[in-house]
Protein backbone atom coordinates (compact mmCIF):
# COMPACT_ATOMS: atom_id res chain seq x y z
CA UNK A 1 0.00 0.00 0.00
CA UNK A 2 1.24 3.17 -0.85
CA UNK A 3 1.40 6.50 1.68
CA UNK A 4 -0.94 8.82 2.10
CA UNK A 5 -3.56 6.78 1.40
CA UNK A 6 -6.88 7.48 3.38
CA UNK A 7 -8.13 4.29 5.61
CA UNK A 8 -11.53 4.15 7.32
CA UNK A 9 -11.59 2.13 10.42
CA UNK A 10 -15.10 0.85 11.75
CA UNK A 11 -15.43 0.39 15.24
CA UNK A 12 -13.17 2.15 17.61
CA UNK A 13 -12.59 -0.42 20.03
CA UNK A 14 -8.88 -2.36 20.63
CA UNK A 15 -8.64 -3.56 17.28
CA UNK A 16 -9.81 -0.20 15.56
CA UNK A 17 -7.65 2.36 17.71
CA UNK A 18 -4.81 -0.22 17.38
CA UNK A 19 -5.25 0.37 13.67
CA UNK A 20 -5.21 3.88 13.78
CA UNK A 21 -2.31 4.21 15.69
CA UNK A 22 -0.39 1.85 13.44
CA UNK A 23 -1.67 3.70 9.98
CA UNK A 24 -0.90 6.88 11.10
CA UNK A 25 2.63 5.89 11.90
CA UNK A 26 3.02 3.84 8.10
CA UNK A 27 0.78 7.96 6.49
CA UNK A 28 -1.87 7.35 6.13
CA UNK A 29 -4.76 9.55 6.43
CA UNK A 30 -6.86 7.82 9.20
CA UNK A 31 -10.96 8.48 9.79
CA UNK A 32 -12.25 6.53 12.46
CA UNK A 33 -15.97 5.62 12.80
CA UNK A 34 -17.69 4.12 15.49
CA UNK A 35 -21.88 3.34 15.30
CA UNK A 36 -21.90 2.84 19.12
CA UNK A 37 -20.28 5.15 21.80
CA UNK A 38 -16.81 5.27 22.22
CA UNK A 39 -14.90 4.33 25.85
CA UNK A 40 -13.17 7.22 27.01
CA UNK A 41 -9.73 5.31 26.96
CA UNK A 42 -10.21 4.82 23.24
CA UNK A 43 -11.49 8.16 22.91
CA UNK A 44 -8.56 9.58 24.93
CA UNK A 45 -5.86 7.47 22.39
CA UNK A 46 -7.42 8.87 19.42
CA UNK A 47 -7.09 12.81 20.35
CA UNK A 48 -3.50 11.95 21.56
CA UNK A 49 -3.05 10.74 17.66
CA UNK A 50 -4.84 14.03 16.49
CA UNK A 51 -6.95 11.97 14.11
CA UNK A 52 -10.28 12.41 13.08
CA UNK A 53 -13.03 10.49 14.47
CA UNK A 54 -16.85 10.06 15.13
CA UNK A 55 -19.26 8.27 17.46
CA UNK A 56 -22.64 7.81 17.43
CA UNK A 57 -23.17 6.81 13.55
CA UNK A 58 -21.30 6.87 10.16
CA UNK A 59 -20.56 9.92 7.82
CA UNK A 60 -20.98 7.71 4.70
CA UNK A 61 -19.17 10.68 2.50
CA UNK A 62 -15.88 10.09 4.71
CA UNK A 63 -15.94 6.60 4.73
CA UNK A 64 -16.86 5.85 1.19
CA UNK A 65 -14.10 8.47 0.02
CA UNK A 66 -11.52 5.89 2.22
CA UNK A 67 -8.72 3.74 -0.32
CA UNK A 68 -9.05 0.99 2.41
CA UNK A 69 -11.62 0.34 5.38
CA UNK A 70 -10.74 -1.83 8.10
CA UNK A 71 -13.56 -3.16 9.63
CA UNK A 72 -13.57 -4.75 13.68
CA UNK A 73 -14.42 -8.02 13.91
CA UNK A 74 -17.93 -7.39 16.24
CA UNK A 75 -19.20 -5.58 13.19
CA UNK A 76 -21.00 -8.02 10.60
CA UNK A 77 -20.61 -8.23 6.50
CA UNK A 78 -24.56 -7.46 6.73
CA UNK A 79 -24.37 -3.98 7.95
CA UNK A 80 -25.61 -1.38 5.67
CA UNK A 81 -22.83 0.73 6.12
CA UNK A 82 -20.26 -2.69 4.95
CA UNK A 83 -22.85 -3.79 2.36
CA UNK A 84 -22.40 0.26 0.80
CA UNK A 85 -18.45 0.05 1.06
CA UNK A 86 -18.43 -3.60 -0.63
CA UNK A 87 -20.78 -2.26 -3.30
CA UNK A 88 -18.46 0.40 -3.85
CA UNK A 89 -15.13 -2.03 -4.36
CA UNK A 90 -13.41 -0.73 -1.45
CA UNK A 91 -11.77 -3.32 0.29
CA UNK A 92 -12.65 -4.33 3.74
CA UNK A 93 -9.94 -5.85 5.68
CA UNK A 94 -9.03 -7.20 8.95
CA UNK A 95 -6.87 -5.84 11.99
CA UNK A 96 -4.79 -9.17 11.91
CA UNK A 97 -4.35 -8.92 7.89
CA UNK A 98 -3.53 -4.73 8.07
CA UNK A 99 -1.22 -4.99 10.64
CA UNK A 100 0.91 -8.43 9.05
CA UNK A 101 1.78 -6.16 6.07
CA UNK A 102 4.09 -4.23 8.76
CA UNK A 103 6.02 -6.89 10.30
CA UNK A 104 8.90 -8.81 9.67
CA UNK A 105 7.97 -11.35 13.04
CA UNK A 106 7.06 -14.64 12.79
CA UNK A 107 3.70 -15.50 13.18
CA UNK A 108 1.78 -18.41 15.40
CA UNK A 109 -1.83 -18.26 15.02
CA UNK A 110 -4.65 -20.23 16.84
CA UNK A 111 -7.58 -20.29 16.09
CA UNK A 112 -10.56 -23.22 17.02
CA UNK A 113 -14.20 -22.95 18.72
CA UNK A 114 -12.76 -24.01 22.32
CA UNK A 115 -9.75 -23.81 23.84
CA UNK A 116 -7.80 -20.89 21.81
CA UNK A 117 -7.16 -18.45 24.63
CA UNK A 118 -6.12 -21.16 26.73
CA UNK A 119 -3.58 -22.69 23.68
CA UNK A 120 -2.41 -18.94 22.86
CA UNK A 121 -1.52 -18.34 26.23
CA UNK A 122 -0.12 -21.63 27.16
CA UNK A 123 2.13 -21.44 23.88
CA UNK A 124 2.94 -17.35 24.72
CA UNK A 125 3.98 -18.57 28.70
CA UNK A 126 5.98 -21.26 27.26
CA UNK A 127 8.08 -18.88 24.54
CA UNK A 128 8.69 -16.44 26.79
CA UNK A 129 10.02 -18.88 29.56
CA UNK A 130 12.25 -19.88 26.69
CA UNK A 131 13.69 -16.39 26.47
CA UNK A 132 12.36 -15.89 23.05
CA UNK A 133 10.92 -12.06 22.05
CA UNK A 134 7.24 -12.79 21.97
CA UNK A 135 4.14 -10.32 21.74
CA UNK A 136 0.72 -11.88 22.39
CA UNK A 137 -2.22 -10.35 20.44
CA UNK A 138 -5.39 -10.77 18.32
CA UNK A 139 -8.36 -11.43 20.74
CA UNK A 140 -6.18 -11.04 23.79
CA UNK A 141 -4.06 -7.82 25.15
CA UNK A 142 -3.25 -5.40 23.21
CA UNK A 143 -3.93 -5.31 19.61
CA UNK A 144 -1.95 -6.52 17.37
CA UNK A 145 -2.03 -3.79 14.97
CA UNK A 146 -0.83 -1.52 18.18
CA UNK A 147 1.91 -3.73 18.89
CA UNK A 148 3.45 -3.68 15.68
CA UNK A 149 3.59 0.39 15.79
CA UNK A 150 5.18 0.53 18.77
CA UNK A 151 7.30 -3.27 19.54
CA UNK A 152 9.66 -4.89 17.71
CA UNK A 153 9.19 -8.74 18.82
CA UNK A 154 10.19 -11.81 16.56
CA UNK A 155 7.13 -13.90 17.24
CA UNK A 156 3.81 -12.91 17.71
CA UNK A 157 1.37 -15.53 19.21
CA UNK A 158 -2.29 -14.43 17.60
CA UNK A 159 -5.42 -15.77 18.69
CA UNK A 160 -7.95 -15.59 15.53
CA UNK A 161 -11.55 -15.45 16.00
CA UNK A 162 -13.36 -16.57 13.46
CA UNK A 163 -14.49 -12.64 12.62
CA UNK A 164 -11.12 -11.71 12.60
CA UNK A 165 -9.94 -14.49 10.20
CA UNK A 166 -12.72 -13.45 7.77
CA UNK A 167 -10.82 -10.14 7.06
CA UNK A 168 -7.79 -12.11 5.76
CA UNK A 169 -6.57 -11.42 2.22
CA UNK A 170 -2.51 -12.38 2.16
CA UNK A 171 -1.85 -13.28 5.87
CA UNK A 172 0.15 -16.46 6.63
CA UNK A 173 1.52 -17.84 10.13
CA UNK A 174 4.13 -19.87 10.03
CA UNK A 175 2.31 -22.19 12.30
CA UNK A 176 -1.57 -22.22 12.52
CA UNK A 177 -3.17 -23.97 15.35
CA UNK A 178 -6.78 -24.97 14.94
CA UNK A 179 -7.83 -26.68 18.28
CA UNK A 180 -11.46 -27.63 17.00
CA UNK A 181 -14.85 -27.01 15.81
CA UNK A 182 -18.49 -27.31 17.09
CA UNK A 183 -21.03 -25.11 15.86
CA UNK A 184 -20.48 -21.41 17.21
CA UNK A 185 -21.76 -17.85 16.34
CA UNK A 186 -23.53 -19.38 13.41
CA UNK A 187 -25.95 -16.06 13.33
CA UNK A 188 -23.14 -14.75 11.73
CA UNK A 189 -22.78 -17.42 9.09
CA UNK A 190 -26.51 -17.65 7.60
CA UNK A 191 -26.74 -20.76 10.26
CA UNK A 192 -24.85 -23.09 8.37
CA UNK A 193 -22.21 -24.53 9.91
CA UNK A 194 -19.93 -25.16 6.09
CA UNK A 195 -19.83 -21.42 6.51
CA UNK A 196 -18.28 -21.43 9.58
CA UNK A 197 -15.99 -24.30 8.91
CA UNK A 198 -14.71 -22.25 5.71
CA UNK A 199 -14.18 -19.07 7.88
CA UNK A 200 -12.13 -21.35 10.44
CA UNK A 201 -9.91 -23.07 7.84
CA UNK A 202 -8.81 -19.80 6.38
CA UNK A 203 -6.00 -19.47 9.03
CA UNK A 204 -3.91 -21.90 6.43
CA UNK A 205 -5.48 -20.61 2.71
CA UNK A 206 -2.01 -19.03 2.43
CA UNK A 207 0.25 -21.14 3.62
CA UNK A 208 3.06 -22.84 1.92
CA UNK A 209 4.89 -26.65 2.16
CA UNK A 210 7.26 -24.92 4.98
CA UNK A 211 4.52 -23.90 7.28
CA UNK A 212 3.09 -26.21 9.82
CA UNK A 213 -0.73 -26.92 10.33
CA UNK A 214 -1.47 -28.15 14.20
CA UNK A 215 -5.32 -29.57 14.61
CA UNK A 216 -7.29 -31.81 16.60
CA UNK A 217 -7.48 -35.89 14.94
CA UNK A 218 -10.49 -36.28 16.70
CA UNK A 219 -12.71 -33.87 15.95
CA UNK A 220 -14.77 -34.82 13.01
CA UNK A 221 -15.78 -32.09 11.40
CA UNK A 222 -12.04 -30.92 10.95
CA UNK A 223 -11.54 -34.35 9.81
CA UNK A 224 -13.94 -34.45 7.49
CA UNK A 225 -13.17 -30.96 5.81
CA UNK A 226 -10.10 -32.18 5.78
CA UNK A 227 -10.71 -35.26 3.30
CA UNK A 228 -12.78 -32.64 1.05
CA UNK A 229 -9.49 -29.89 0.72
CA UNK A 230 -5.80 -30.10 0.10
CA UNK A 231 -4.09 -27.93 2.63
CA UNK A 232 -0.19 -26.70 1.67
CA UNK A 233 1.36 -26.89 5.00
CA UNK A 234 2.74 -29.85 6.87
CA UNK A 235 -0.06 -31.31 9.05
CA UNK A 236 1.05 -32.34 12.56
CA UNK A 237 -2.40 -33.84 14.29
CA UNK A 238 -2.66 -34.65 18.16
CA UNK A 239 -5.06 -36.95 19.20
CA UNK A 240 -6.31 -39.01 22.63
CA UNK A 241 -7.31 -42.25 21.19
CA UNK A 242 -5.10 -43.06 18.01
CA UNK A 243 -1.36 -43.24 17.51
CA UNK A 244 -0.14 -40.56 14.90
CA UNK A 245 3.86 -40.83 13.15
CA UNK A 246 4.17 -37.21 13.51
CA UNK A 247 2.47 -34.88 15.86
CA UNK A 248 0.90 -35.49 19.51
CA UNK A 249 -0.65 -38.45 20.94
CA UNK A 250 -1.44 -39.81 24.43
CA UNK A 251 -0.16 -43.34 25.21
CA UNK A 252 0.29 -44.93 28.79
CA UNK A 253 -0.60 -41.55 30.41
CA UNK A 254 2.25 -40.33 28.44
CA UNK A 255 2.09 -37.00 26.15
CA UNK A 256 4.43 -38.04 22.64
CA UNK A 257 5.32 -35.81 20.53
CA UNK A 258 7.14 -36.30 17.49
CA UNK A 259 8.32 -33.84 15.07
CA UNK A 260 11.24 -32.62 12.49
CA UNK A 261 12.67 -36.37 14.28
CA UNK A 262 12.55 -35.16 17.52
CA UNK A 263 10.33 -36.62 20.39
CA UNK A 264 9.28 -35.20 23.77
CA UNK A 265 7.31 -36.63 26.25
CA UNK A 266 5.39 -36.09 29.35
CA UNK A 267 2.87 -37.80 32.03
CA UNK A 268 -0.65 -36.10 31.56
CA UNK A 269 -0.48 -35.79 35.78
CA UNK A 270 2.34 -33.21 35.64
CA UNK A 271 -0.10 -31.24 33.80
CA UNK A 272 -1.43 -27.79 34.77
CA UNK A 273 -4.72 -27.82 33.96
CA UNK A 274 -6.88 -31.01 34.57
CA UNK A 275 -9.73 -32.22 31.93
CA UNK A 276 -9.21 -34.63 28.63
CA UNK A 277 -9.44 -30.77 26.63
CA UNK A 278 -6.55 -29.58 28.69
CA UNK A 279 -4.74 -32.22 27.57
CA UNK A 280 -5.22 -31.57 24.07
CA UNK A 281 -4.85 -27.77 24.74
CA UNK A 282 -1.20 -28.97 26.23
CA UNK A 283 -0.24 -31.42 23.10
CA UNK A 284 -1.23 -28.28 20.83
CA UNK A 285 0.54 -25.67 22.59
CA UNK A 286 3.97 -28.16 23.42
CA UNK A 287 3.89 -29.53 19.65
CA UNK A 288 4.04 -25.44 19.11
CA UNK A 289 7.43 -25.51 21.22
CA UNK A 290 9.08 -28.36 19.85
CA UNK A 291 8.67 -27.34 16.37
CA UNK A 292 10.84 -24.05 17.46
CA UNK A 293 13.04 -26.58 19.63
CA UNK A 294 12.40 -25.30 22.55
CA UNK A 295 14.63 -27.21 25.30
CA UNK A 296 12.63 -30.08 26.60
CA UNK A 297 13.06 -29.10 30.12
CA UNK A 298 11.80 -25.70 29.68
CA UNK A 299 8.30 -26.93 27.84
CA UNK A 300 7.80 -29.51 30.26
CA UNK A 301 8.48 -26.93 33.27
CA UNK A 302 5.75 -24.95 30.99
CA UNK A 303 3.50 -27.41 30.88
CA UNK A 304 3.61 -27.86 34.48
CA UNK A 305 3.18 -24.24 35.98
CA UNK A 306 0.99 -22.37 33.65
CA UNK A 307 -1.66 -20.43 35.73
CA UNK A 308 -4.62 -21.24 32.99
CA UNK A 309 -7.01 -18.69 31.96
CA UNK A 310 -9.52 -16.49 33.56
CA UNK A 311 -13.03 -17.05 33.43
CA UNK A 312 -12.91 -20.51 32.47
CA UNK A 313 -13.20 -23.54 34.95
CA UNK A 314 -11.83 -21.14 37.50
CA UNK A 315 -12.23 -21.87 40.95
CA UNK A 316 -13.64 -18.80 42.89
CA UNK A 317 -14.17 -20.10 47.06
CA UNK A 318 -15.18 -23.03 48.33
CA UNK A 319 -18.28 -22.01 51.02
CA UNK A 320 -19.86 -24.31 53.13
CA UNK A 321 -18.22 -27.18 51.52
CA UNK A 322 -19.93 -26.04 47.91
CA UNK A 323 -17.29 -25.26 45.24
CA UNK A 324 -18.25 -22.27 43.12
CA UNK A 325 -16.64 -22.46 39.37
CA UNK A 326 -16.88 -19.68 36.71
CA UNK A 327 -16.72 -20.86 33.27
CA UNK A 328 -18.20 -17.74 31.87
CA UNK A 329 -15.87 -17.75 28.82
CA UNK A 330 -18.19 -21.06 27.91
CA UNK A 331 -19.92 -19.11 25.30
CA UNK A 332 -21.23 -22.41 23.11
CA UNK A 333 -22.46 -25.39 24.36
CA UNK A 334 -19.49 -27.71 23.55
CA UNK A 335 -17.14 -25.46 26.21
CA UNK A 336 -19.74 -26.21 28.31
CA UNK A 337 -19.64 -29.93 27.66
CA UNK A 338 -16.18 -29.96 28.65
CA UNK A 339 -17.23 -28.14 31.79
CA UNK A 340 -19.83 -30.33 32.79
CA UNK A 341 -17.83 -33.37 32.37
CA UNK A 342 -15.04 -32.10 34.73
CA UNK A 343 -17.60 -31.70 37.74
CA UNK A 344 -16.87 -34.07 40.17
CA UNK A 345 -19.68 -34.15 42.17
CA UNK A 346 -24.01 -33.00 42.13
CA UNK A 347 -24.11 -29.25 40.27
CA UNK A 348 -26.20 -26.35 41.21
CA UNK A 349 -25.56 -25.05 36.71
CA UNK A 350 -26.39 -21.26 36.08
CA UNK A 351 -26.90 -21.04 32.24
CA UNK A 352 -28.31 -18.58 29.55
CA UNK A 353 -27.85 -15.91 27.71
CA UNK A 354 -27.88 -14.68 23.65
CA UNK A 355 -28.60 -18.38 21.95
CA UNK A 356 -26.51 -18.10 19.07
CA UNK A 357 -28.02 -21.30 17.20
CA UNK A 358 -27.36 -23.79 20.10
CA UNK A 359 -28.44 -27.41 19.81
CA UNK A 360 -28.51 -28.37 23.50
CA UNK A 361 -29.38 -31.95 22.97
CA UNK A 362 -25.44 -32.81 23.51
CA UNK A 363 -25.65 -31.84 26.88
CA UNK A 364 -28.61 -34.21 28.15
CA UNK A 365 -26.66 -36.97 29.26
CA UNK A 366 -24.52 -35.11 31.19
CA UNK A 367 -27.33 -33.16 32.72
CA UNK A 368 -29.36 -36.10 33.61
CA UNK A 369 -25.85 -37.25 35.06
CA UNK A 370 -24.36 -34.85 37.36
CA UNK A 371 -27.09 -31.66 37.62
CA UNK A 372 -29.30 -31.24 40.36
CA UNK A 373 -30.76 -28.01 39.63
CA UNK A 374 -30.70 -25.43 36.62
CA UNK A 375 -30.79 -21.59 37.44
CA UNK A 376 -31.43 -19.61 33.41
CA UNK A 377 -29.79 -16.16 33.38
CA UNK A 378 -30.80 -14.66 30.08
CA UNK A 379 -33.84 -12.14 28.95
CA UNK A 380 -35.07 -15.35 26.89
CA UNK A 381 -34.71 -18.86 28.41
CA UNK A 382 -37.35 -21.00 26.82
CA UNK A 383 -35.05 -23.00 24.58
CA UNK A 384 -33.41 -23.55 27.64
CA UNK A 385 -36.39 -24.92 29.74
CA UNK A 386 -37.71 -26.63 26.32
CA UNK A 387 -34.61 -29.11 26.65
CA UNK A 388 -33.67 -29.40 30.09
CA UNK A 389 -37.41 -29.07 31.59
CA UNK A 390 -37.78 -32.74 32.32
CA UNK A 391 -34.24 -33.67 33.29
CA UNK A 392 -34.03 -31.61 37.20
CA UNK A 393 -36.71 -30.80 39.22
CA UNK A 394 -35.68 -27.78 40.30
CA UNK A 395 -35.40 -25.01 37.36
CA UNK A 396 -35.68 -21.62 37.72
CA UNK A 397 -34.84 -18.19 36.19
CA UNK A 398 -33.69 -14.94 36.88
CA UNK A 399 -31.54 -11.31 35.14
CA UNK A 400 -29.68 -10.75 38.06
CA UNK A 401 -26.59 -12.13 38.29
CA UNK A 402 -26.67 -11.90 42.48
CA UNK A 403 -30.01 -13.28 42.25
CA UNK A 404 -28.56 -16.40 40.68
CA UNK A 405 -25.48 -16.68 42.84
CA UNK A 406 -28.35 -16.42 45.92
CA UNK A 407 -30.64 -19.27 44.48
CA UNK A 408 -27.37 -21.44 44.12
CA UNK A 409 -26.85 -20.96 47.32
CA UNK A 410 -29.50 -21.83 48.87
CA UNK A 411 -29.60 -24.57 46.47
CA UNK A 412 -26.70 -26.12 47.09
CA UNK A 413 -25.87 -28.64 49.55
CA UNK A 414 -22.61 -29.94 51.15
CA UNK A 415 -20.31 -31.32 48.76
CA UNK A 416 -21.79 -29.56 45.74
CA UNK A 417 -20.56 -27.29 43.04
CA UNK A 418 -21.94 -23.97 41.45
CA UNK A 419 -21.41 -24.09 37.91
CA UNK A 420 -21.51 -20.84 36.03
CA UNK A 421 -21.04 -22.18 31.97
CA UNK A 422 -23.49 -20.22 30.56
CA UNK A 423 -23.21 -21.88 26.77
CA UNK A 424 -24.43 -18.55 25.35
CA UNK A 425 -23.18 -15.20 24.77
CA UNK A 426 -23.42 -12.69 27.00
CA UNK A 427 -24.84 -9.31 25.53
CA UNK A 428 -28.45 -9.39 26.54
CA UNK A 429 -27.42 -8.72 30.47
CA UNK A 430 -23.33 -7.73 30.40
CA UNK A 431 -21.22 -5.80 27.91
CA UNK A 432 -19.06 -9.25 27.25
CA UNK A 433 -17.75 -12.75 29.23
CA UNK A 434 -15.38 -10.97 31.47
CA UNK A 435 -18.05 -8.72 33.15
CA UNK A 436 -20.52 -11.70 32.72
CA UNK A 437 -17.61 -13.64 35.42
CA UNK A 438 -16.53 -10.65 37.33
CA UNK A 439 -20.09 -10.25 38.34
CA UNK A 440 -20.38 -13.79 39.31
CA UNK A 441 -17.06 -13.68 41.51
CA UNK A 442 -17.96 -10.78 43.21
CA UNK A 443 -21.57 -12.03 43.96
CA UNK A 444 -20.21 -15.45 45.21
CA UNK A 445 -17.30 -13.32 47.36
CA UNK A 446 -20.81 -11.21 49.06
CA UNK A 447 -22.47 -14.30 50.05
Known amino acids: MKNKQKIAILGAGESGVGTAILAKKQGFEVFVSDFGKIKDKYKKALEDLKVQWEEGGHTELQILDADVV ?41 TGSNGKTTVTKWVYHTLKNAGLSVGMAGNVGDSFAKQVAEENYDWYVLELSSFQLDGIVDFKPEIAVLTNITPDHLDRYDYKLENYVASKFSITKNQTEEDFFIYDADDEITIEWLQHYKIKAQKLPFSLVNKVENGAYVEDNNIKITTQNSQFIMPTSSLALEGKHNTKNAMAASTVAQLLRIRKETIRASMENFQGVEHRLEKVLKINNVLYINDSKATNTNATYYALESMESETVWIV ?96
Open 70 to 110: MKSPGIPEKAPMVKKIMDKGIPVISEIEFASKYTDAKIIGI
Open 352 to 447: GGVDKGNNYEELLPLVNEKVKAIICLGLDNSKIFDAFGNCVEVMMETQSMAEAVQMAYKIAEKGNMVLLSPACASFDLFENYEERGREFKNAVRNL
